[in-house]
């Protein structure tokens, strides 16, 4: 089994480690306020595109966690930061209305916007929206993934993610999106950073066996995979990932540490 006992920082995944849903996940409360108590610097780095930081942090905050807002990584914030970095360019967004508040700053274009913003957009997607999509890339909009998830947990069960269509839209541009969330190599970098932990001293807790644990891996991270959320034995037994720690929910870093 991996030692954690050297480790000098941990990123957290939420929804699916934490909490699913509205749920806690046993333990989960304890575990984080242990690992405060004992001075491990810790982010909490999510591809929720469905919340604003704003709403993410009152939701951790109303579970019962002691998180505080900056310690909450997301793709909104983290892409409104590469926007700013490219003047002040104007944006599609196909986002939920809780999350466009991150991006108030740039002016709205739905005619020949620089970037087209994609994140989480619910049951909306359908053909004529993608096929608009494929006509303002081809035209020379820029495509901007909050994230490439596969599929997500829900109360209700895995529920299809917007990799899918980032993919469809790569595929049929000729595009490459530039992506934001895990499993970029960027996002994990900002996050460690933000703690002053070099990677090689640091370790993700994830139940994306994908986006959480291979990209932390390809950071230079630690992978700790938790049997919570989306986690599926079948699908860790395909995948070419292989976690350097797999445990049965976040409760048993209490005994690793």
């Known amino acids: 089994m991996v030692s954690l006992g050297d480790i000098g920082g941990l990123l957290f995944d939420l929804d699916g480690v934490l909490f699913v849903g509205d749920t806690v996940v046993d333990g989960a409360v304890e575990t984080v306020a242990y690992i405060k108590s004992k001075g491990i610097p810790c982010r909490f780095v999510t591809n ?3 919340r604003s ?15 505080d807002k900056d310690e909450i990584i997301s793709p909104p914030r983290i892409a409104a930061r590469y926007l700013r970095k490219k003047g002040r360019p104007s944006v599609l967004l196909i986002l939920e209305e809780g999350t466009k508040q991150e ?4 002016p709205k274009d739905d005619v020949n916007p620089d970037f087209i913003v994609i994140g989480h957009y619910s049951d909306r997607w ?3 929206l993608l096929n608009r999509l494929f006509h303002l890339i081809m035209n020379g909009a820029g495509l901007l993934a909050l994230h490439k998830g596969r599929f997500w947990q829900t109360d209700k069960g895995l529920t299809l993610d917007i990799g899918a269509f980032v993919t469809g839209l790569e595929y049929s541009t000729g595009a490459t999106a530039t992506v934001i969330g895990k499993p970029s190599e960027t996002f994990f970098k900002l996050a460690l950073e933000s703690i002053g932990v070099e990677a090689e ?7 994306d066996i994908v986006s959480d644990i291979g990209g932390a891996q390809k950071a230079g991270l630690k992978g700790v995979l938790v049997k919570t959320g989306k986690y599926r034995q079948e699908v860790a037994d395909s995948s070419d990932v292989t ?4 445990i049965d929910s976040v409760a ?6």
């Open 103 to 106: 991006f108030s700053e740039f």
């Open 126 to 128: 359908n053909y004529t």
């Open 53 to 67: 930081l704003d709403s993410l942090y009152q939701k951790t905050s109303r579970l019962g966690f002691d998180i």
């Open 243 to 246: 976690p350097d720690l797999t």
């Open 48 to 50: 929720t595109t469905t």
């Open 252 to 257: 048993s870093l209490r005994d690793l540490l």
């Open 201 to 207: 001293k640091a370790a993700m807790v994830g139940d």
